[in-house]
């Protein structure tokens, strides 16, 4: 069975802060990677998506792939209350003759004004 | 633009009761899904469809069938409902299941008592 893990949190940074949430996967091969942000009662929206080892920005938003440490990381600078969220790990991974998306079960983010 | 609509947006069942979720996407992707997120176990899928006309099971298929009515619609039916069934449904889309972004309606809530 293939694993995403994350740390559940709570992670609670002060506003103006970076907040540093982390992703392992256990899927060597895995290609692509995405991070969802997810409101309480909302569903998940994507905020980054991955495939090449090293940085990706987005404006507050870096993601950060190491595919040989099998590791994804979402650095949010200047952190906002409005950014208190669950935030949502997900690598594609193949079982048998199909790929899915496998999520992590997220990391509670609050920012505290 | 709609995206991804689902409906019911909540529901209660009574044990043994019956009931299909509705799913429609307007992107004109190919790939759908079901998922199921309870606290404490993250999002899980239950089925999927990579294009019309072919279904899948995912990680939580039992107590489960669903229809892939054409490229747009992707029903989820509770046969015999159970108290084990009480969760938030998300359906979703992607163009392919290929490592693609997963779009992802509102939510269903359903409690079976």
């Known amino acids: 069975q293939k694993e995403v893990e994350q740390n559940s949190g709570p992670l609670s940074v002060p506003e103006g802060a970076i907040a540093s949430l982390n992703c392992t996967y256990s899927d060597r091969v895995s290609q692509s990677f995405f991070w969802y942000r997810q409101y309480s009662g909302k569903s998940p929206e994507l905020i980054m998506s991955i495939y090449s080892n090293g940085d990706k920005e987005d404006g507050r938003f870096t993601a950060q792939l190491n595919k040989a440490s099998q590791y994804v990381s979402l650095l949010i600078r200047d952190s906002q209350p409005s950014d208190s969220a669950t935030y949502l790990c997900a690598v594609f991974s193949y079982g048998g003759s199909q790929g899915n998306l496998i999520f992590g079960k997220g990391t509670k983010l609050s920012v505290k004004p | 633009n709609a995206g991804v609509t689902q409906t019911p947006k909540f529901q209660v069942l009574k044990t043994g009761q019956s009931m299909t979720l509705q799913c429609a996407q307007d992107m004109n992707h190919n790939s759908m899904y079901w998922y199921r997120q309870d606290p404490g176990m993250g999002l899980r899928l239950i089925y999927y469809s990579a294009s019309e006309g072919t279904t899948d099971k995912g990680e939580v298929p039992n107590g489960y069938n669903v229809s892939r009515l054409n490229k747009r619609e992707f029903s989820l039916r509770l046969e015999s409902a159970a108290p084990s069934q009480t969760s938030v449904y998300f359906c979703?889309?992607?163009?392919?299941?290929?490592?693609?972004?997963?779009?992802f309606g509102e939510g269903s809530w359903l409690t079976v008592v």
């Open positions: 979703a889309s992607s163009y392919s299941e290929e490592g693609n972004t997963i779009y």
